[in-house]
């Protein structure tokens, strides 16, 4: 296991009621099936480090002003699916995947967020992933919730509490349709 997706438990935990300290706990239990074959002095070494650089992670973003953008809206947490979401030549593209977290916004809408351990994309290839992911993340939100659409779609960065945006989605459904189809 990565600190990463400890991270991404403990965020998911939060978001279904638990207090932050439960939530740090609870995410550790992933540990104990992945290290059951290990000895114990090791798990508890994991254990401890995964707790307190993913507490100092989850904290840091709590408290953040980006976090508190979507505090308290209604929200789903790790939203997963498995979609047909492009059909070509009568054969479907089926895409798996889980949305970290999908927010219900005010006014109708969905807004997409996907948590990231690490830094912001400087370019190339990372960035370029990164569209990708939130343009199939999009496309899922929308058929899995067919009468909203996608106002915004966005990596939170904990590292450095920064945010990434989609941008200009109709081209990259377009360039996403023209890679498949290759």
Do not use: M
């Not at 798990?43 to 002003?65: H, I, M, N, W």
């Not at 351990?117 to 939100?141: D, N």
């Amino acid at each position: 296991i990565q600190l990463g997706t400890y991270v991404h438990r403990v965020l998911e935990l939060q978001e279904k009621g638990r207090t932050r300290e439960e939530a740090l706990e609870q995410a550790l239990d992933v540990l104990d099936e992945e290290d059951a074959d290990e000895k114990s002095a090791v798990t508890l070494a994991r254990k401890a480090t995964f707790k307190r650089e993913g507490k100092t992670l989850v904290d840091q973003y709590c408290s953040s002003p980006l976090f508190q953008t979507i505090a308290g809206q209604k929200a789903q947490a790790e939203v997963g699916f498995e979609l047909p979401l492009y059909t070509f030549d009568g054969g479907n593209v089926v895409f798996k995947g889980s949305i970290d977290r999908l927010v219900d916004l005010e006014n109708g809408q969905l807004g997409i967020v996907d948590y990231k351990t690490g830094h912001p994309p400087a370019g190339g290839e990372e960035r370029q992933g990164y569209t990708r992911q939130l343009t199939i993340y999009a496309k899922a939100a929308e058929t899995l919730e067919p009468d909203k659409k996608v106002a915004w779609a966005r990596l939170h960065f904990l590292q450095d509490c920064s945010a990434w945006e989609l941008e200009n989605r109709a081209r990259e459904e377009k360039k996403l349709e023209q890679l498949l189809q290759k």
